[in-house]
């Protein structure tokens, strides 16, 4: 798959490649990363990206040329792709969303700054908003970057095991279970019994009764869009009973 990012930052986009799983993805050939720099298409001497905003009031707001500029030059570099938009007003950036841009074959991430970009840009280029949470960053880098993590993580041979990304909890719907390594006690805190025993299914239905417990302490709002089966209510309705002794 193939992430073109449009950002004023193209070196704090590109550090992604550089570390862990989307690093080893790069280097296995799985994704590819390529950034567009509006600036490199301003026509001033200056290479002017932003200017005042009608009406007044503080900041800068991204011109409409060179932004525009960037975006084309990215879309005639490969096959089509949509244009996503990294803002607060988009859809909240999900599992599902995740798992549905991973069967694209590429995707155009744009990156505002300042106060914004102009409005008129969006309406000619933008295909879709995407927010990853219903607070305000600095710029759209660390949401894109954010983007490529959680998509790539579906995409075939990103992951050590071609089930990680579906068998993860939150993949379910679910906050995850907790986790625990060696060694088996810490400050008299000791790893569950259960997780020892070597039996397999007894872990499985250990891992899903904690994870839908967690859920309902935590994010009762999943719980409530969630059809539960007869297994999964009896072991949330056994978490409960466990709590309240």
């Known amino acids: 798959m193939r992430f073109d990012v449009v950002t004023l930052f193209p070196d704090m986009v590109a550090a992604v490649k550089d570390y862990g799983v ?11 990363l390529v950034t567009w720099n509006p600036r490199d298409y301003a026509t001033d001497r200056h290479s002017t990206v932003d200017d005042r905003p009608y009406g007044g009031g503080p900041g800068m707001v991204m011109k409409v040329e060179p932004v525009r500029a960037a975006i084309q ?22 599992n599902q969303a995740a798992e549905e841009l991973a069967g694209i074959e590429r995707i155009i991430l744009l990156c505002g700054r300042y106060e914004g970009i102009d409005e008129r840009l969006i309406d000619l280029e933008v295909d879709r908003r995407l927010s990853i949470g219903d607070f305000v960053v600095s ?17 075939p041979g990103v992951l050590g095991h071609a089930e990680s990304a579906s068998a993860d909890a939150f993949a379910q719907g679910l ?27 007894a ?9 839908l417990g967690r859920t309902w302490e935590k994010r009762p709002d999943l719980l409530s869009q969630r059809r539960m089966s007869e297994k999964e209510q009896a ?4 978490y409960r009973a466990e709590q309240k002794d």
């Open 22 to 32: 989307i690093g080893r993805a790069v280097d296995a050939g799985h994704i590819q």
């Open 203 to 211: 872990v499985e239905r250990w891992r899903l009764r904690e994870a």
């Open 139 to 155: 710029g759209g880098e660390l949401p894109a970057m954010v983007v490529i993590d959680a998509v790539s993580r579906w995409l």
């Open 235 to 238: 072991l949330l309705d056994a």
């Open 175 to 201: 906050l995850d279970w907790p986790h625990y390594t060696r060694p088996e006690v810490v400050d008299g805190l000791e790893v569950p019994a259960v997780l020892l025993s070597g039996d397999h299914q």
């Open 73 to 94: 030059a990215a879309r005639r570099a490969a096959q089509p792709a949509p244009v996503i938009y990294l803002s607060p007003e988009g859809e909240c950036l999900n």
